[in-house]
């Protein structure tokens, strides 16, 4: 176990459904973060949570909602997804800061969970 | 724009030598990191470069040179279990998040 939970670990849903993939961190973390990764693509950056506060948005349709309750939770909610939305979700937690000495931000190591495999039909 | 290379696929044989190489091309860089990946896991942090130079952790040596925007991944004493998927990644875009790379499939033969 990385220290950060997913759940579930894979799920199938019509273009209709309503789900949501949950992640949980334990590592005392201040930032949350999904990814997608497709086959043959890059990760791609989805949501960026700093503090239970979106900081970032890439674009991502509306048919993704994400929350971030509390710094520890993560959610996606999932509604009238295309069949192109299959790939594996992956959530990371990260403690933002400045490497000492240093004023630029720096990474310090992005942990991630072992991901939601999705398959909309 | 802001986009990372990387080649596909490497092969190599156990106990060899490997380096996958990584070209960036970024606005804003701050340093590269290192993620693997094995098959249907997490991706776990390897190394992080934010100066110029050599890193060494163990069997794994990361480099990065910001003039030519260009860094490497070498693993020595290769083996199978090295097999996986090795990204590139830096701090980049809106709000200074990591950007990946496409990735690097590595396999390690007997």
């Known amino acids: 176990e990385t220290g950060v939970t997913q759940t579930p670990r894979h799920l199938v849903m019509g273009m209709t459904n309503k789900k949501s993939l949950k992640c949980e961190q334990h590592l005392g973390h201040n930032a949350m973060y999904w990814y997608k990764q497709s086959a043959k693509k890059p990760l791609e950056l989805m949501f960026v949570y700093s ?35 299959s790939a594996l979700y992956l959530c990371a937690s990260s403690q933002e800061g400045l490497r000492q000495g240093a004023n630029f931000p720096a990474d310090y190591g992005y942990t991630f969970g072992s991901g939601t495999r999705l398959t909309v039909v | 724009g802001q986009s990372l290379e990387q080649p596909s696929e490497v092969t190599a044989v156990e106990g060899a030598i490997v380096q996958i190489n990584c070209t960036y091309q970024t606005s804003g860089f701050y340093g590269l990191s290192w993620y693997q990946q094995h098959d249907g896991g997490a991706p776990t942090f390897l190394s992080y470069n934010g100066l110029d130079g050599l890193e060494e952790t163990g069997r794994f040596s990361s480099f990065l040179s910001r003039s030519d925007s ?3 991944l ?20 809106a709000t200074n998040k990591l950007i990946f790379g496409t990735g690097t499939l590595l396999a390690v033969q007997p």
Do not use: I, W
């Open chain 1, 51 to 85: 503090l239970e506060e979106r900081v970032e948005n890439n674009s991502v349709p509306s048919r993704f909602s994400p929350e971030c309750p509390n710094s520890s939770h993560l959610f996606l909610h999932l509604h009238t997804l295309q069949p192109e939305d």
């Open chain 2, 70 to 72: 260009y860094g490497y």
């Open chain 2, 74 to 93: 070498l693993l020595q004493e290769l083996q199978m279990k090295d097999s996986a998927s090795y990204f590139c990644a830096y701090v980049g875009g």
